[in-house]
């Protein structure tokens, strides 16, 4: 009887595993609690499968791939519809349980010649001038801003809250003028007031 019990409760505690294993798997993403706190997106679009490592099993795409403007204009912009159906033209479905109805309502934005209304995540205020190109010719990694977007299933703003000097040693979030200020002065980057306030 001894024997049967303790042969029992691990035979149990591996199909209670294996029940877990299957319901996470069973959804679109496995999202983690930060990304559950960025938007729902119209599209669940993930940025760890388009543009996560390819070592990882990923399809390991560029940023400047989709968002080539931020090489030469002020802005990264958001990729028309038509350069996801450059490939989804062709991609019908992915590897992820629910990619299919994600990428038929991509299709249906395309054949009505609509853009999808993202929501936006990285927005800064109306007196504040960033321009990418100048960034990205710098060589800042597009990671130093937006965080690692190229692991995250839904994209939600990355936190940085670090004591600085230039903040008179208060927090200094992410994508606040003492967070970039601190990056300017690290990099050797101009710290003139017209920079970034015209």
Known sequence: MALRKRTLIPLAAVCVLLLVVTATAAGLYDYTDDELAGPEQPIEFSHKIHAGS???????????????????????????????????THVAEGRTQGSAEEIAKLREYYANGESIPWIRIHNLPEHAQFKHFRHVQAGVECQTCHGPVQKMNRVYLTPDTVLRPSSAYLPAAKLEMGWCMQCHLDRGASDDCSVCHY
């Open 54 to 88: 390819a070592q990882d099993g990923d399809l390991g795409i560029p940023c400047l791939y989709c968002h080539g403007p931020a090489e030469r204009s002020q802005h990264a912009a958001i990729p028309a519809v038509s350069l996801c159906m450059g490939c989804h």
